[in-house]
């Protein structure tokens, strides 16, 4: 059976790549896959950069140095604005996408004035900021009940250096609106979004849907915006029907 191309897994904010842990097992049987730490998250010690472009060059630079010619890219949240910036700058490189609770518009007026809130927030208070507050953001209500997986969400974030999150704040604050893509996309490309994500809503998302031609939009119920760690039972049963198509 052909193989399909290797899947590059895109990690969101204020996150690394152990936030894929569920998706590990089932893609290892059946996929080549790639999970890696955005510059300055996790276990990678490099500065991160203050543009979202500055992420898809640690992308590009990683691609090349493992011989990867084409690839399936899924983006979370800020993983998916790297992974439309990826395919701005380097379509060549690109066969399929997976687009997971994202957004293409840049932010809004009011979305910079709140980044800016944030980064004095992270001044005063550091990561911990993050630790308190991230969670209600980033999961459904039924979610947070879920003990375990809040002291996990918490325990990847309480891991992140201040420097880095100030730099992806800004990177987020200010990257462009990548909307104009969206009619341009030429390869298989599949939405997913949690059910009760709050940050990039259905509704929102299945309208970047429908300006992909013959791309899939996909619902992961029970799920606020981690979608991924949320539901990886229903996130990994809708990425495997795709990866499967493309083979
Ligand atoms: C993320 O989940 O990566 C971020 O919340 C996205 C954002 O803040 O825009």
């Given at each position: 059976?052909?193989?399909?191309?290797?899947?590059?897994l895109?990690?969101g904010?204020?996150?690394?790549?152990?936030?894929w842990?569920?998706?590990?097992?089932?893609l290892?049987?059946?996929?080549q896959?790639?999970?890696?730490?955005?510059?300055?998250?996790?276990?990678?010690k490099e500065?991160?950069?203050?543009?979202?472009?500055?992420?898809?060059?640690?992308?590009?630079?990683?691609i090349?140095?493992?011989?990867?010619?084409?690839?399936?890219?899924?983006?979370?949240?800020?993983?998916?604005?790297?992974?439309?910036?990826?395919?701005?700058l380097?379509?060549?490189?690109?066969s399929?996408?997976?687009?997971?609770d994202?957004?293409?518009?840049?932010?809004?007026?009011?979305?910079?004035?709140?980044?800016?809130?944030?980064?004095?927030?992270?001044?005063k208070?550091g990561?911990n900021y993050?630790?308190?507050?991230?969670?209600?953001?980033?999961?459904?209500?039924?979610?947070?009940?879920?003990?375990?997986?809040?002291?996990e969400?918490?325990?990847?974030?309480s891991?992140?250096?201040?420097?880095?999150l100030k730099?992806?704040?800004?990177?987020?604050?200010?990257?462009k609106?990548?909307?104009?893509?969206?009619?341009?996309?030429?390869?298989?490309?599949?939405?997913?979004?949690?059910?009760f994500?709050?940050?990039?809503?259905?509704?929102?998302?299945k309208?970047?849907?429908?300006?992909?031609?013959?791309?899939?939009f996909?619902?992961?119920?029970?799920s606020?915006?981690?979608?991924?760690?949320?539901?990886?039972?229903?996130?990994?049963?809708?990425?495997?029907?795709?990866?499967?198509?493309?083979?």
């Amino acid at each position: 059976m052909k193989k399909s191309n290797p899947l590059i897994l895109i990690h969101g904010f204020p996150l690394d790549s152990s936030m894929w842990k569920n998706q590990i097992n089932f893609l290892k049987e059946k996929y080549q896959f790639y999970t890696l730490d955005l510059l300055g998250f996790g276990e990678n010690k490099e500065k991160t950069p203050d543009s979202i472009e500055g992420f898809t060059e640690q992308i590009k630079t990683f691609i090349d140095k493992n011989f990867i010619k084409e690839a399936v890219f899924c983006g979370f949240s800020m993983g998916g604005y790297i992974t439309f910036a990826f395919y701005e700058l380097f379509p060549n490189n690109v066969s399929a996408l997976i687009f997971v609770d994202t957004r293409a518009a840049a932010d809004s007026e009011e979305g910079k004035k709140n980044r800016n809130i944030t980064l004095d927030l992270l001044e005063k208070e550091g990561t911990n900021y993050f630790v308190e507050n991230m969670p209600q953001k980033l999961m459904s209500e039924l979610s947070l009940k879920n003990e375990a997986l809040l002291n996990e969400v918490k325990q990847i974030i309480s891991k992140q250096k201040e420097e880095s999150l100030k730099n992806a704040l800004i990177a987020m604050r200010d990257r462009k609106d990548r909307k104009y893509l969206l009619k341009n996309i030429k390869v298989k490309t599949l939405f997913l979004c949690g059910e009760f994500d709050s940050l990039s809503p259905p509704d929102e998302m299945k309208s970047l849907s429908e300006m992909v031609e013959g791309s899939k939009f996909e619902i992961v119920r029970k799920s606020g915006h981690l979608s991924p760690m949320e539901n990886p039972k229903e996130f990994n049963k809708i990425v495997d029907k795709f990866l499967l198509k493309l083979k």
